[in-house]
Nanobody, 128 residues
Framework: QRQMVQSGGGSVQAGGSLRLSCVAS????????MGWFRRPPGEQRDGIAA????????YYSDSVKGRFTISRDNAKNTLYLQMDNLKPEDTAMYYC?????????????????????WGQGTQVTVSS
């Protein structure tokens, strides 16, 4: 059974930090690109970070570049999102997802339509 189980998240004041984790099982994690997405209240889902299978290549949306860091540990089948200098506009439901591609590189950020497996989501709330 393919699963992606998320943890982390919660409530924090502006300027604070949080780390999200996503543990994958049931598929060959190291052969999948991974991404983080978020859906603010009343808005559509947006891609914010992506990482290649090896972890060598990372991509960020302009909204989080310089504040968020995506990383992965293939030995632990785990994806991370370190979020620093959080802002109220970062408030959203956050999702991890897995994408298989030839060449093992997501080549950028997208809306996640082609991602195959998804985590259950975790809420992040940033207060001013």
């Amino acid at each position: 059974q393919r699963q992606m189980v998320q943890s982390g998240g919660g409530s924090v004041q502006a300027g604070g930090s949080l780390r999200l984790s996503c543990v994958a099982s049931g598929f060959d994690y190291s052969t999948y690109n991974m991404g983080w997405f978020r859906r603010p209240p009343g808005e559509q889902r947006d891609g914010i970070a992506a990482i290649s299978c090896s972890g060598d290549n990372t991509y960020y949306s302009d909204s989080v570049k310089g504040r968020f860091t995506i990383s992965r540990d293939n030995a632990k089948n785990t994806l991370y999102l370190q979020m620093d200098n959080l802002k109220p506009e970062d408030t959203a439901m956050y999702y991890c997802a897995a994408l298989w591609t030839f060449g093992c590189d997501p080549k950028g950020i997208n809306d996640g339509t082609d991602y195959q497996y998804w985590g259950q989501g975790t809420q992040v709330t940033v207060s001013s």
